[in-house]
């Protein structure tokens, strides 16, 4: 017999700033956490024209959350839409 959980994430995305004030993570240390893979970021879209995307980094929640299901041991985690 399988358990099932239902987890909700109001916000699939929030800033870089959020996410430090959300977790009392320096942002020193968020960055370097980005930078390195650790905190997974939403990619962003070149506009036409532009060699460089500007704007918020924001963090991908839904990513994080996954990557904590699949660190946690459970033998299988199934998505449903």
Do not use: F, Q, W
Not at 14 to 31: S, V
Not at 49 to 74: T, W
């Amino acid at each position: 017999m399988s358990t099932n959980i239902t987890i909700s994430i109001p916000e699939p995305y929030i800033t870089l700033e959020e996410y430090c004030r959300r977790t009392g993570t320096k942002m020193t240390t968020a960055r370097a956490m980005a930078n390195d893979g650790r905190l997974p970021i939403k990619k962003k879209v070149l506009k036409p024209g532009k060699s460089k995307a500007n704007g918020l980094l924001e963090i991908n929640m839904v990513d994080l959350l996954l990557r904590a299901v699949s660190e946690s041991h459970y033998a299988s985690v199934t998505l449903n839409p």
